[in-house]
């Protein structure tokens, strides 16, 4: 299976700050690469897909890069509802998998 | 619009079996996958398996000789069996359509599932 390293594991920043989350993908995965975001007691919500494209509804504020095979997500401005558990995804190869998480809070 | 409703006992007893149905509406089953997720409590997200729009299923290895899926295209309705529960089943389990390329766009509100005696 491959294996998505993801970091930090937990964050705490400012309101109006930017942050990075990072995915490392344990070999080549072509840009198939998710993020969804998750708060508590709720299901996730898909932010990203093939690396870069924002999903429907979900501000500009987020965005997806590559360099390789570790991909990013970072959050500009951010905002109290930003606050929760963040998962990356690759599907492109069988079974998906998921990073661990990442656990942004506000300062 | 699309949603997806799971549902299903929230106990159950070592050893036994876990019956879970996602219930679908806003989008059909022939047209959209429908993938099961578990997530321990706190802890990351597992994908189980999923059932693809043309009917047929993919397992995941660790948990195929455990698990079926299945469905009802007549009562938009994705079925999830698990034999031989125990206790690190214990988990809240969601159903999600994949918006193609298994990217998961809608996902149901899940059902927390405790496997106790």
Known sequence: DIQMTQSPASLSASLGETVSIEC???????????????KPGKSPQLLIYYASS????????FSGSESGTQYSLEINSLQPED??????????????????GTKLELK | QVQ???????LVQPSETLSL???VSGFS???????????????????????????????????????????DTSKNQVFLKMNS?????????????????????YWGQGVMVTVSS
């Open chain 1, 24 to 38: 490392l993908a344990s070999e080549d995965i072509y840009s198939n690469l998710a993020w969804y975001q998750q």
């Open chain 1, 54 to 61: 924002l999903q429907d509804g979900v501000p500009s504020r």
């Open chain 1, 83 to 100: 606050e929760g558990d963040y998962f990356c995804q690759q599907s492109y190869k069988f079974p998906p998998t998921f990073g661990a």
């Open chain 2, 4 to 10: 997806l409703m799971e549902s299903g006992p929230g």
């Open chain 2, 21 to 23: 149905t996602c219930t």
């Open chain 2, 29 to 71: 089953l022939t047209s959209y996958n429908v993938h099961w997720v578990r997530q321990p409590p706190g802890k990351g997200l597992e994908w189980m398996g999923v059932m693809w729009s043309g009917g047929s299923t993919d397992y995941n290895s660790a948990l195929k000789s455990r698990l079926s899926i299945s469905r």
């Open chain 2, 85 to 105: 529960l125990q206790s690190e089943d214990t988990t809240t389990y969601y159903c999600a359509r994949d918006k193609g390329g298994g990217n998961f766009d």
